[in-house]
Protein backbone atom coordinates (compact mmCIF):
# COMPACT_ATOMS: atom_id res chain seq x y z
CA UNK A 1 0.00 0.00 0.00
CA UNK A 2 1.34 3.36 -1.06
CA UNK A 3 1.16 7.06 0.69
CA UNK A 4 1.39 9.24 -2.10
CA UNK A 5 3.13 12.04 -1.18
CA UNK A 6 4.00 14.80 -3.52
CA UNK A 7 7.66 16.28 -3.87
CA UNK A 8 6.40 20.08 -5.06
CA UNK A 9 3.86 20.40 -2.01
CA UNK A 10 6.79 23.00 -0.62
CA UNK A 11 6.19 25.15 -3.17
CA UNK A 12 2.51 25.04 -3.26
CA UNK A 13 2.50 26.16 -0.21
CA UNK A 14 5.03 28.64 -0.95
CA UNK A 15 2.87 30.10 -3.49
CA UNK A 16 0.02 30.81 -1.42
CA UNK A 17 -1.99 27.58 -2.10
CA UNK A 18 -4.22 26.63 0.87
CA UNK A 19 -3.89 22.93 1.99
CA UNK A 20 -7.92 23.16 2.49
CA UNK A 21 -9.77 26.32 2.84
CA UNK A 22 -12.81 26.64 5.41
CA UNK A 23 -16.45 26.31 4.03
CA UNK A 24 -19.05 27.77 6.32
CA UNK A 25 -20.69 24.49 7.38
CA UNK A 26 -20.38 20.46 6.82
CA UNK A 27 -24.09 21.60 4.06
CA UNK A 28 -22.23 24.33 2.47
CA UNK A 29 -18.98 22.19 1.33
CA UNK A 30 -20.97 18.87 0.25
CA UNK A 31 -20.98 18.73 -3.76
CA UNK A 32 -24.04 16.71 -5.43
CA UNK A 33 -22.89 14.82 -8.55
CA UNK A 34 -25.61 13.80 -10.91
CA UNK A 35 -26.06 12.23 -14.44
CA UNK A 36 -27.69 14.94 -16.23
CA UNK A 37 -28.95 12.47 -18.68
CA UNK A 38 -31.08 10.70 -16.19
CA UNK A 39 -33.93 13.22 -14.72
CA UNK A 40 -34.10 11.12 -11.40
CA UNK A 41 -30.59 11.67 -10.80
CA UNK A 42 -31.09 15.59 -10.86
CA UNK A 43 -34.06 14.93 -8.60
CA UNK A 44 -32.25 13.22 -6.41
CA UNK A 45 -29.61 16.13 -5.87
CA UNK A 46 -32.01 18.62 -5.73
CA UNK A 47 -34.06 17.02 -3.04
CA UNK A 48 -30.81 16.39 -1.08
CA UNK A 49 -29.71 19.72 -1.34
CA UNK A 50 -33.23 21.28 0.03
CA UNK A 51 -33.45 19.07 2.63
CA UNK A 52 -29.69 19.36 4.18
CA UNK A 53 -29.50 22.96 3.42
CA UNK A 54 -26.67 22.51 0.64
CA UNK A 55 -26.27 25.61 -2.27
CA UNK A 56 -27.63 24.77 -5.48
CA UNK A 57 -24.59 25.65 -6.85
CA UNK A 58 -23.01 22.50 -5.33
CA UNK A 59 -24.82 20.79 -7.92
CA UNK A 60 -22.49 19.66 -10.93
CA UNK A 61 -24.37 17.78 -13.33
CA UNK A 62 -22.42 15.70 -16.40
CA UNK A 63 -23.24 13.62 -19.19
CA UNK A 64 -22.64 10.34 -18.60
CA UNK A 65 -22.99 6.49 -19.67
CA UNK A 66 -26.53 5.51 -17.98
CA UNK A 67 -25.13 1.77 -16.82
CA UNK A 68 -24.12 0.64 -13.86
CA UNK A 69 -20.78 -1.29 -15.20
CA UNK A 70 -18.80 1.24 -17.38
CA UNK A 71 -15.14 0.86 -19.18
CA UNK A 72 -12.18 2.97 -17.83
CA UNK A 73 -12.15 5.17 -20.94
CA UNK A 74 -15.74 6.08 -20.50
CA UNK A 75 -14.55 6.65 -16.65
CA UNK A 76 -12.12 8.91 -17.57
CA UNK A 77 -13.70 11.03 -20.01
CA UNK A 78 -17.18 11.36 -18.93
CA UNK A 79 -17.02 11.45 -15.02
CA UNK A 80 -13.44 11.78 -13.78
CA UNK A 81 -12.03 14.42 -15.92
CA UNK A 82 -15.23 16.55 -16.54
CA UNK A 83 -15.87 17.02 -12.37
CA UNK A 84 -11.78 17.17 -11.54
CA UNK A 85 -11.78 20.43 -13.69
CA UNK A 86 -15.36 21.77 -12.91
CA UNK A 87 -13.89 21.27 -9.18
CA UNK A 88 -10.69 22.84 -9.89
CA UNK A 89 -12.55 25.65 -11.73
CA UNK A 90 -14.57 26.09 -8.92
CA UNK A 91 -11.73 25.72 -6.39
CA UNK A 92 -12.69 23.17 -4.69
CA UNK A 93 -9.79 21.92 -5.07
CA UNK A 94 -6.65 23.85 -5.36
CA UNK A 95 -4.57 23.16 -8.27
CA UNK A 96 -2.28 24.15 -10.34
CA UNK A 97 -2.66 22.59 -14.38
CA UNK A 98 -0.14 21.24 -16.02
CA UNK A 99 0.14 19.79 -19.81
CA UNK A 100 0.43 16.22 -19.31
CA UNK A 101 -1.16 13.48 -19.00
CA UNK A 102 -1.48 9.95 -17.65
CA UNK A 103 -1.54 6.14 -18.84
CA UNK A 104 -5.19 6.42 -18.71
CA UNK A 105 -5.75 10.31 -20.33
CA UNK A 106 -5.90 11.91 -17.16
CA UNK A 107 -4.71 15.50 -16.48
CA UNK A 108 -1.97 15.98 -14.14
CA UNK A 109 -2.61 18.78 -11.91
CA UNK A 110 -0.05 20.01 -9.11
CA UNK A 111 -2.44 19.97 -6.32
CA UNK A 112 -2.21 20.68 -2.75
CA UNK A 113 -5.47 20.20 -1.10
CA UNK A 114 -9.35 20.33 -0.87
CA UNK A 115 -11.90 22.11 0.96
CA UNK A 116 -15.11 19.63 0.09
CA UNK A 117 -16.61 18.17 3.31
CA UNK A 118 -18.25 15.24 0.98
CA UNK A 119 -18.70 14.39 -2.26
CA UNK A 120 -22.72 13.19 -2.60
CA UNK A 121 -23.16 10.83 -5.73
CA UNK A 122 -26.96 10.35 -6.70
CA UNK A 123 -28.58 7.53 -8.63
CA UNK A 124 -27.60 7.43 -12.07
CA UNK A 125 -23.86 7.88 -11.98
CA UNK A 126 -22.17 4.66 -13.07
CA UNK A 127 -21.37 2.40 -9.96
CA UNK A 128 -18.44 -0.02 -11.47
CA UNK A 129 -15.41 0.50 -13.41
CA UNK A 130 -14.44 -2.92 -15.39
CA UNK A 131 -11.10 -4.21 -15.55
CA UNK A 132 -9.33 -3.29 -18.67
CA UNK A 133 -6.21 -5.76 -19.71
CA UNK A 134 -5.06 -3.18 -21.94
CA UNK A 135 -4.13 -0.62 -18.73
CA UNK A 136 -2.82 -3.57 -16.23
CA UNK A 137 1.06 -2.87 -15.35
CA UNK A 138 3.80 -5.63 -14.57
CA UNK A 139 3.59 -6.38 -11.01
CA UNK A 140 5.32 -4.73 -7.91
CA UNK A 141 5.02 -4.88 -4.67
CA UNK A 142 2.45 -5.46 -2.92
CA UNK A 143 0.70 -6.58 -6.02
CA UNK A 144 2.97 -9.07 -6.90
CA UNK A 145 -0.49 -10.92 -5.91
CA UNK A 146 -2.65 -11.92 -9.04
CA UNK A 147 -5.61 -11.07 -7.42
CA UNK A 148 -4.21 -7.42 -6.64
CA UNK A 149 -2.92 -5.93 -9.61
CA UNK A 150 -6.53 -5.67 -10.89
CA UNK A 151 -7.80 -2.10 -12.09
CA UNK A 152 -11.77 -2.93 -11.64
CA UNK A 153 -13.27 -0.98 -8.58
CA UNK A 154 -15.89 1.06 -7.24
CA UNK A 155 -16.49 4.91 -9.27
CA UNK A 156 -16.89 5.98 -5.67
CA UNK A 157 -14.01 4.52 -4.65
CA UNK A 158 -11.84 6.06 -7.42
CA UNK A 159 -13.58 9.52 -7.07
CA UNK A 160 -12.01 9.37 -3.45
CA UNK A 161 -8.68 9.87 -4.60
CA UNK A 162 -9.68 13.05 -7.22
CA UNK A 163 -7.31 15.28 -5.08
CA UNK A 164 -4.54 13.07 -5.77
CA UNK A 165 -2.69 13.17 -9.31
CA UNK A 166 -1.29 10.13 -11.32
CA UNK A 167 -2.03 7.47 -8.68
CA UNK A 168 -1.18 3.99 -10.84
CA UNK A 169 -4.78 2.50 -11.52
CA UNK A 170 -3.71 -1.34 -10.95
CA UNK A 171 -4.18 -2.40 -7.16
CA UNK A 172 -5.32 0.00 -4.24
CA UNK A 173 -3.90 2.96 -2.33
CA UNK A 174 -3.97 2.84 1.79
CA UNK A 175 -6.74 5.03 2.72
CA UNK A 176 -4.78 7.63 5.68
CA UNK A 177 -7.68 8.10 7.34
CA UNK A 178 -8.17 4.34 7.92
CA UNK A 179 -8.59 3.91 12.00
CA UNK A 180 -7.03 7.31 12.27
CA UNK A 181 -8.61 9.22 15.25
CA UNK A 182 -7.34 12.37 14.87
CA UNK A 183 -5.87 12.73 11.07
CA UNK A 184 -3.71 15.77 9.90
CA UNK A 185 -4.73 18.38 7.56
CA UNK A 186 -2.53 16.90 5.19
CA UNK A 187 -3.71 13.26 5.98
CA UNK A 188 -7.04 14.91 5.08
CA UNK A 189 -6.59 16.65 2.46
CA UNK A 190 -5.57 13.50 0.50
CA UNK A 191 -9.17 12.07 0.78
CA UNK A 192 -12.48 12.96 -1.00
CA UNK A 193 -14.91 10.88 0.95
CA UNK A 194 -17.50 10.40 -1.12
CA UNK A 195 -20.90 8.21 -0.22
CA UNK A 196 -24.05 7.38 -2.54
CA UNK A 197 -27.76 7.84 -3.00
CA UNK A 198 -28.67 4.85 -4.81
CA UNK A 199 -31.18 1.86 -4.79
CA UNK A 200 -33.48 -0.16 -6.81
CA UNK A 201 -35.24 2.96 -7.71
CA UNK A 202 -35.30 6.61 -6.83
CA UNK A 203 -37.79 6.70 -4.24
CA UNK A 204 -35.45 4.25 -2.42
CA UNK A 205 -32.74 6.54 -2.88
CA UNK A 206 -34.53 9.45 -1.92
CA UNK A 207 -35.73 7.88 1.18
CA UNK A 208 -32.10 7.10 2.67
CA UNK A 209 -32.35 11.40 3.23
CA UNK A 210 -35.38 11.94 4.36
CA UNK A 211 -35.00 8.33 6.90
CA UNK A 212 -31.73 9.94 8.04
CA UNK A 213 -33.31 13.08 9.20
CA UNK A 214 -36.18 11.18 10.71
CA UNK A 215 -33.64 9.26 13.08
CA UNK A 216 -31.72 12.17 13.93
CA UNK A 217 -34.77 14.05 15.54
CA UNK A 218 -35.32 11.45 17.38
CA UNK A 219 -32.40 8.98 18.22
CA UNK A 220 -31.83 5.32 17.13
CA UNK A 221 -34.87 3.55 18.56
CA UNK A 222 -34.93 -0.26 18.10
CA UNK A 223 -32.86 -3.67 18.44
CA UNK A 224 -29.11 -4.69 17.21
CA UNK A 225 -28.33 -7.82 15.90
CA UNK A 226 -24.94 -9.77 15.24
CA UNK A 227 -24.93 -12.85 12.79
CA UNK A 228 -21.59 -14.29 13.02
CA UNK A 229 -20.68 -17.67 12.78
CA UNK A 230 -18.95 -18.20 9.47
CA UNK A 231 -15.55 -19.25 11.25
CA UNK A 232 -13.42 -17.29 9.53
CA UNK A 233 -11.05 -15.70 12.67
CA UNK A 234 -10.74 -12.28 11.07
CA UNK A 235 -14.73 -11.79 10.09
CA UNK A 236 -15.93 -13.39 13.49
CA UNK A 237 -13.42 -10.91 15.52
CA UNK A 238 -14.89 -8.01 13.85
CA UNK A 239 -18.16 -8.74 14.63
CA UNK A 240 -17.43 -9.76 18.55
CA UNK A 241 -16.12 -6.44 18.85
CA UNK A 242 -19.32 -5.08 17.21
CA UNK A 243 -21.58 -6.99 19.59
CA UNK A 244 -19.34 -5.76 22.39
CA UNK A 245 -19.79 -2.16 21.49
CA UNK A 246 -23.88 -2.93 21.23
CA UNK A 247 -24.16 -3.98 24.01
CA UNK A 248 -22.20 -1.81 26.43
CA UNK A 249 -24.26 0.89 24.42
CA UNK A 250 -27.58 -0.75 26.10
CA UNK A 251 -29.30 -1.94 23.39
CA UNK A 252 -31.32 -4.90 23.18
CA UNK A 253 -28.99 -7.54 21.36
CA UNK A 254 -29.51 -10.93 20.01
CA UNK A 255 -26.13 -12.96 18.55
CA UNK A 256 -26.08 -15.50 16.41
CA UNK A 257 -23.15 -17.67 16.17
CA UNK A 258 -24.36 -20.43 14.53
CA UNK A 259 -22.18 -21.21 11.09
CA UNK A 260 -25.55 -19.89 8.67
CA UNK A 261 -27.11 -16.94 8.11
CA UNK A 262 -30.31 -15.63 10.16
CA UNK A 263 -33.26 -18.05 9.49
CA UNK A 264 -37.09 -16.93 8.53
CA UNK A 265 -38.21 -17.60 11.81
CA UNK A 266 -35.32 -15.58 13.67
CA UNK A 267 -36.30 -12.93 15.92
CA UNK A 268 -36.13 -9.95 13.99
CA UNK A 269 -38.43 -6.70 15.36
CA UNK A 270 -37.34 -3.40 14.46
CA UNK A 271 -33.61 -3.76 13.53
CA UNK A 272 -31.89 -0.53 13.71
CA UNK A 273 -28.57 -2.06 13.80
CA UNK A 274 -27.21 -5.20 11.85
CA UNK A 275 -23.81 -6.73 11.16
CA UNK A 276 -24.27 -10.03 9.74
CA UNK A 277 -22.28 -12.39 6.83
CA UNK A 278 -21.73 -15.21 5.02
CA UNK A 279 -24.39 -15.26 2.23
CA UNK A 280 -24.10 -14.20 -1.13
CA UNK A 281 -27.38 -12.55 -1.32
CA UNK A 282 -30.00 -11.42 0.54
CA UNK A 283 -32.17 -14.26 2.81
CA UNK A 284 -33.97 -15.14 6.16
CA UNK A 285 -35.85 -12.46 7.87
CA UNK A 286 -35.16 -9.60 5.44
CA UNK A 287 -37.54 -11.63 2.83
CA UNK A 288 -40.50 -11.62 4.90
CA UNK A 289 -43.44 -10.11 3.49
CA UNK A 290 -43.91 -6.24 4.41
CA UNK A 291 -40.48 -6.19 5.93
CA UNK A 292 -39.42 -2.61 6.57
CA UNK A 293 -36.26 -1.51 8.42
CA UNK A 294 -36.79 1.27 10.94
CA UNK A 295 -35.96 4.96 10.19
CA UNK A 296 -32.12 5.15 10.57
CA UNK A 297 -31.35 1.64 10.70
CA UNK A 298 -27.59 0.96 10.22
CA UNK A 299 -27.19 -2.55 8.39
CA UNK A 300 -24.03 -4.30 7.09
CA UNK A 301 -23.96 -7.45 5.63
CA UNK A 302 -20.09 -8.64 4.89
CA UNK A 303 -19.73 -10.44 1.44
CA UNK A 304 -17.39 -9.72 -1.53
CA UNK A 305 -20.18 -8.90 -3.90
CA UNK A 306 -22.74 -7.74 -1.42
CA UNK A 307 -22.90 -3.79 -3.85
CA UNK A 308 -22.44 -5.69 -7.42
CA UNK A 309 -25.95 -3.91 -8.59
CA UNK A 310 -27.85 -0.95 -6.88
CA UNK A 311 -30.47 -1.75 -9.47
CA UNK A 312 -32.31 -4.87 -7.67
CA UNK A 313 -33.92 -5.45 -4.36
CA UNK A 314 -33.32 -9.07 -4.20
CA UNK A 315 -29.52 -9.27 -5.66
CA UNK A 316 -26.90 -9.44 -3.29
CA UNK A 317 -27.21 -7.23 -0.22
CA UNK A 318 -26.82 -3.76 -0.38
CA UNK A 319 -29.63 -2.94 -2.71
CA UNK A 320 -32.23 -4.88 -0.90
CA UNK A 321 -31.14 -3.20 2.53
CA UNK A 322 -31.90 -0.05 0.37
CA UNK A 323 -35.10 -1.35 -1.15
CA UNK A 324 -36.48 -2.00 2.52
CA UNK A 325 -35.54 1.46 3.98
CA UNK A 326 -32.29 0.78 5.83
CA UNK A 327 -30.97 4.10 6.16
CA UNK A 328 -27.18 3.52 6.01
CA UNK A 329 -25.03 0.78 4.90
CA UNK A 330 -21.13 -0.41 3.20
CA UNK A 331 -20.79 -2.66 0.69
CA UNK A 332 -18.36 -4.21 -2.61
CA UNK A 333 -18.94 -3.75 -6.07
CA UNK A 334 -15.91 -6.21 -6.59
CA UNK A 335 -14.13 -8.93 -4.96
CA UNK A 336 -12.10 -7.01 -2.34
CA UNK A 337 -10.99 -9.40 0.02
CA UNK A 338 -11.58 -9.81 3.64
CA UNK A 339 -8.98 -7.43 4.77
CA UNK A 340 -9.88 -4.99 2.71
CA UNK A 341 -13.95 -4.41 3.85
CA UNK A 342 -15.15 -2.35 5.61
CA UNK A 343 -14.43 -2.81 9.39
CA UNK A 344 -17.79 -2.81 11.21
CA UNK A 345 -16.54 -2.50 14.29
CA UNK A 346 -14.76 0.51 13.78
CA UNK A 347 -17.98 1.81 11.38
CA UNK A 348 -19.91 1.43 14.85
CA UNK A 349 -16.96 2.79 16.90
CA UNK A 350 -16.65 6.01 14.77
CA UNK A 351 -20.80 6.86 14.90
CA UNK A 352 -21.30 5.98 18.33
CA UNK A 353 -19.13 8.75 19.18
CA UNK A 354 -20.27 11.11 17.20
CA UNK A 355 -19.40 10.92 13.84
CA UNK A 356 -21.23 11.51 10.25
CA UNK A 357 -21.75 8.45 8.52
CA UNK A 358 -19.23 9.99 5.99
CA UNK A 359 -16.27 10.06 8.50
CA UNK A 360 -17.02 6.83 9.80
CA UNK A 361 -16.99 5.22 6.33
CA UNK A 362 -13.90 6.56 5.86
CA UNK A 363 -12.70 5.25 9.36
CA UNK A 364 -13.43 1.76 8.62
CA UNK A 365 -12.26 1.19 5.17
CA UNK A 366 -8.38 0.21 4.66
CA UNK A 367 -8.07 0.97 0.81
CA UNK A 368 -9.08 3.54 -2.18
CA UNK A 369 -8.90 2.60 -5.62
CA UNK A 370 -10.44 -0.51 -4.89
CA UNK A 371 -13.79 -2.26 -4.80
CA UNK A 372 -15.86 -0.50 -1.33
CA UNK A 373 -18.50 1.72 -1.80
CA UNK A 374 -20.74 3.77 1.44
CA UNK A 375 -24.85 4.24 0.83
CA UNK A 376 -26.18 6.80 2.42
CA UNK A 377 -26.35 10.49 3.58
CA UNK A 378 -22.79 11.05 4.22
CA UNK A 379 -23.90 14.38 6.88
CA UNK A 380 -26.55 11.23 8.85
CA UNK A 381 -25.11 11.20 12.61
CA UNK A 382 -27.28 8.27 13.96
CA UNK A 383 -25.77 9.61 17.56
CA UNK A 384 -26.79 12.71 16.97
CA UNK A 385 -28.86 13.06 19.91
CA UNK A 386 -27.50 10.92 23.27
CA UNK A 387 -29.23 8.72 24.94
CA UNK A 388 -29.87 10.77 27.98
CA UNK A 389 -31.56 13.54 25.40
CA UNK A 390 -34.09 10.52 23.90
CA UNK A 391 -35.11 9.59 27.81
CA UNK A 392 -35.66 12.82 28.67
CA UNK A 393 -37.88 13.44 25.76
CA UNK A 394 -39.67 9.58 25.48
CA UNK A 395 -43.08 10.81 25.93
CA UNK A 396 -42.70 12.26 22.01
CA UNK A 397 -41.16 9.05 20.64
CA UNK A 398 -43.18 7.55 18.30
CA UNK A 399 -45.43 5.32 19.77
CA UNK A 400 -44.83 1.50 18.27
CA UNK A 401 -40.85 1.86 18.70
CA UNK A 402 -40.36 4.16 21.95
CA UNK A 403 -40.47 0.53 23.94
CA UNK A 404 -36.95 0.30 22.38
CA UNK A 405 -35.85 3.02 24.35
CA UNK A 406 -37.21 1.67 27.38
CA UNK A 407 -35.47 -1.47 27.05
CA UNK A 408 -32.14 0.40 26.42
CA UNK A 409 -32.57 2.43 29.63
CA UNK A 410 -33.26 -1.37 31.48
CA UNK A 411 -30.10 -2.77 30.23
CA UNK A 412 -28.22 0.08 31.58
CA UNK A 413 -29.73 0.08 34.77
CA UNK A 414 -28.85 -3.75 34.90
CA UNK A 415 -25.33 -2.79 33.53
CA UNK A 416 -25.06 -0.48 36.75
CA UNK A 417 -26.58 -3.24 39.22
CA UNK A 418 -29.82 -1.23 39.33
CA UNK A 419 -32.14 -4.27 38.64
CA UNK A 420 -35.32 -3.00 41.18
CA UNK A 421 -34.75 0.17 39.10
CA UNK A 422 -34.91 -1.02 35.80
CA UNK A 423 -37.55 -3.21 36.58
CA UNK A 424 -39.53 -0.49 37.72
CA UNK A 425 -38.92 2.25 34.89
CA UNK A 426 -39.60 -0.85 32.64
CA UNK A 427 -43.36 -1.74 34.45
CA UNK A 428 -44.34 2.00 34.68
CA UNK A 429 -43.48 2.18 30.81
CA UNK A 430 -45.45 -0.87 29.85
CA UNK A 431 -48.16 0.65 31.81
CA UNK A 432 -48.55 4.13 30.12
CA UNK A 433 -47.54 2.36 26.63
CA UNK A 434 -48.10 -1.46 26.38
CA UNK A 435 -44.97 -2.07 23.70
CA UNK A 436 -44.63 -6.48 22.95
CA UNK A 437 -41.27 -6.14 22.59
CA UNK A 438 -40.86 -4.62 26.15
CA UNK A 439 -44.02 -7.26 27.48
CA UNK A 440 -41.70 -9.80 26.57
CA UNK A 441 -38.61 -8.66 28.06
CA UNK A 442 -40.38 -7.96 31.32
CA UNK A 443 -42.28 -11.59 31.16
CA UNK A 444 -38.76 -13.38 30.67
CA UNK A 445 -37.42 -11.56 33.92
CA UNK A 446 -40.52 -12.48 35.90
CA UNK A 447 -40.44 -16.21 34.64
CA UNK A 448 -36.29 -16.64 35.27
CA UNK A 449 -37.09 -14.85 38.64
CA UNK A 450 -39.92 -18.27 39.07
CA UNK A 451 -42.99 -15.33 39.25
CA UNK A 452 -45.25 -17.02 36.84
CA UNK A 453 -48.05 -14.50 37.59
CA UNK A 454 -45.58 -11.89 37.19
CA UNK A 455 -44.80 -12.95 33.36
CA UNK A 456 -48.32 -13.77 32.33
CA UNK A 457 -49.37 -10.22 33.71
CA UNK A 458 -46.68 -8.81 31.80
CA UNK A 459 -47.99 -10.31 28.40
CA UNK A 460 -51.54 -10.44 29.04
CA UNK A 461 -52.35 -7.23 26.89
CA UNK A 462 -50.57 -9.00 23.68
CA UNK A 463 -53.83 -11.42 23.62
CA UNK A 464 -55.81 -8.56 22.46
CA UNK A 465 -53.62 -7.53 20.17
CA UNK A 466 -56.17 -7.19 16.14
CA UNK A 467 -52.68 -8.07 14.32
CA UNK A 468 -48.68 -8.27 14.28
CA UNK A 469 -46.58 -6.75 11.97
CA UNK A 470 -44.15 -8.55 9.84
CA UNK A 471 -41.16 -7.51 11.82
CA UNK A 472 -43.24 -8.58 15.17
CA UNK A 473 -44.35 -12.22 14.19
CA UNK A 474 -41.28 -14.43 15.48
CA UNK A 475 -41.53 -11.98 19.12
CA UNK A 476 -45.05 -12.43 18.66
CA UNK A 477 -44.50 -16.64 18.55
CA UNK A 478 -42.20 -16.68 21.35
CA UNK A 479 -45.20 -14.43 23.60
CA UNK A 480 -47.06 -17.08 22.77
CA UNK A 481 -44.56 -20.33 24.12
CA UNK A 482 -43.93 -17.69 26.94
CA UNK A 483 -47.20 -17.43 28.15
CA UNK A 484 -47.47 -20.96 27.43
CA UNK A 485 -44.93 -21.75 29.98
CA UNK A 486 -46.75 -20.22 32.63
CA UNK A 487 -49.90 -21.33 32.36
CA UNK A 488 -51.52 -19.11 30.17
CA UNK A 489 -52.74 -21.03 27.50
CA UNK A 490 -55.49 -19.35 26.56
CA UNK A 491 -53.76 -15.70 26.21
CA UNK A 492 -51.13 -18.28 24.34
CA UNK A 493 -53.84 -19.34 22.00
CA UNK A 494 -55.26 -15.90 21.14
CA UNK A 495 -52.11 -14.97 20.17
CA UNK A 496 -51.33 -18.14 17.93
CA UNK A 497 -54.62 -17.43 16.67
CA UNK A 498 -53.83 -13.94 15.16
CA UNK A 499 -50.77 -14.88 13.64
CA UNK A 500 -52.10 -18.28 11.70
CA UNK A 501 -55.01 -16.20 10.48
CA UNK A 502 -52.86 -13.54 8.58
CA UNK A 503 -53.26 -14.20 5.06
CA UNK A 504 -49.44 -12.81 4.84
CA UNK A 505 -47.87 -15.31 7.21
CA UNK A 506 -45.51 -17.47 5.24
CA UNK A 507 -46.06 -21.04 4.90
CA UNK A 508 -43.31 -22.21 6.33
CA UNK A 509 -43.45 -20.69 9.32
CA UNK A 510 -47.67 -21.67 9.22
CA UNK A 511 -46.69 -24.71 9.05
CA UNK A 512 -44.14 -24.80 11.97
CA UNK A 513 -46.47 -23.00 14.09
CA UNK A 514 -49.47 -24.45 13.68
CA UNK A 515 -47.54 -27.91 14.47
CA UNK A 516 -46.38 -26.46 17.85
CA UNK A 517 -50.04 -25.24 18.56
CA UNK A 518 -51.23 -28.81 18.20
CA UNK A 519 -48.78 -30.32 20.41
CA UNK A 520 -49.69 -27.19 22.67
CA UNK A 521 -52.99 -28.21 23.04
CA UNK A 522 -52.59 -31.99 22.78
CA UNK A 523 -50.33 -31.29 26.43
CA UNK A 524 -53.08 -29.26 27.42
CA UNK A 525 -55.95 -32.23 27.12
CA UNK A 526 -56.80 -34.02 30.23
CA UNK A 527 -55.43 -37.60 30.71
CA UNK A 528 -58.44 -40.33 29.13
CA UNK A 529 -60.79 -40.96 32.03
CA UNK A 530 -60.57 -38.01 33.70
CA UNK A 531 -62.86 -34.75 34.24
CA UNK A 532 -61.62 -31.54 32.30
Known amino acids: MRKLLPAWLAALVALGLPLRAAVPSPAAGVILLANRDDPDSLRIAEHYAEARGVPRENIIALAMPLAETITWLEFVSTIWQPLQDELVRRRWIDAMPMTLTDGVGRKKYAIAGHRMAYLVVCRGVPLRVAASADLAAPPAAPFDRAEFRTNQGAVDSELSLLAQTNYPINGFVANPLYRNDVPSEWERAQVVKVSRLDGPTAADALALVDQALAAERTGLLGRAYVDLGYQLPGGDRWLELAADQLAGLGFDLDIDRKPDTLPLAARFDAPVLYFGWYAGTVNGPFLLPGFRFPPGAIAVHLHSFSAETLRSDRTGWCGPFVARGVTATVGNVFEPYLGFLHRPDALLRALARGATFGE??????????????????????????????????????????????????????????????ALAAARAALQAQPNLALGFALARRREQAGDAAGAAGALAFAAGMPAFPPDQWTLAHEAARLLERVGAGTEAGQINDRLLEDPALPAELREAWQAEAGEAAKDGEPEPGTKK
Open 360 to 421: AAYYAEPVLSWQAIAIGDPLYRPFARSFDEQWRNRTGLPAPLAGYAVLRKLHLLEAKHQPAE
